[in-house]
């Protein structure tokens, strides 16, 4: 497939990539060389203008602008170097471009959603993920009469708020921004636990409240795939 930085599409013909990955702090960040050259111009200005192109489809300042090198994959990188060289004689180029992502991990371009109705606790909804490595998730409950300390675990993680939430309100557990929020304030400080997953192998979620609970509610979980 041809590679797409933002809104760019390189030619596929005559552009390759090479992955590194490179200890930063005690985590792994990616690090992604994009080489190509400009052909099929007439003039230099012409070689100059998709260089120029090349150069700005990436910001220096934050991991902001989508990669994709494989099919329905992407990473969010940051430029970090540009080289360019203009064979003026034969109006062509060729260029390397340096990216850093500071998330390692390709995330699918098409996020899965599950729904899930909760009629009592313990209620559990089996998910999986096609990736081979576990998928962060974005679990949303709404709840339907007065639910008390509400909590949701993959067998491992599990993520519960000390709180208690009125009929109709939402809930959100985001595993990607690792905050939780009701009714869109932030109630991170009183949650604890950390964030369920969804696993290649397959996950079973459990959701558990207290015995002062209606125990009913809705839930959605929202995950991307996710490959190293």
């Not at 099919?71 to 060289?85: D, Y």
């Not at 990216?99 to 999986?128: C, H, K, M, Y």
């Amino acid at each position: 497939m041809a590679i797409t930085l933002g809104s760019l599409t390189f030619d596929e013909g005559h552009t390759t990539f090479e992955e590194q990955y490179e200890e930063v702090a005690g985590r792994d960040e990616r690090v992604v060389l994009v080489k190509g050259l400009i052909a099929g111009e007439s003039t230099v200005a012409g070689v100059e203008s998709r260089l120029d192109a090349v150069l700005d489809a990436a910001s220096v300042d934050g991991f902001t602008v989508a990669l994709s090198l494989r099919e329905g994959r992407r990473l969010f990188v940051r430029r970090e170097s540009f080289e360019r060289q203009v064979l003026r004689e034969r109006a062509c180029g060729a260029f390397t471009l340096t990216l850093r992502a500071r998330n390692p991990f390709e995330e699918s371009t098409l996020a899965t959603q599950d729904n899930w109705s909760i009629l009592a606790s313990g209620s559990t909804l089996s998910v999986s993920s096609s990736g081979n490595e576990s998928a962060l998730a974005v679990i949303s409950l709404v709840a339907s009469g007065t639910v008390v300390d509400p909590s949701f675990s993959d067998g491992t993680n599990g993520v519960a708020y000390s709180g208690s939430m009125a009929d109709g309100e939402t809930l959100v557990f985001d595993g990607v921004e690792r905050r939780a929020t009701l009714e869109s304030v932030d109630v991170t400080p009183y949650v604890s636990g950390d964030f369920p997953v969804v696993d290649p192998a397959g996950t079973t979620l459990t959701y558990t409240d207290d015995a002062a609970s209606s125990h009913t509610g809705s839930a959605t979980v929202v995950y991307r795939d996710r490959w190293w």
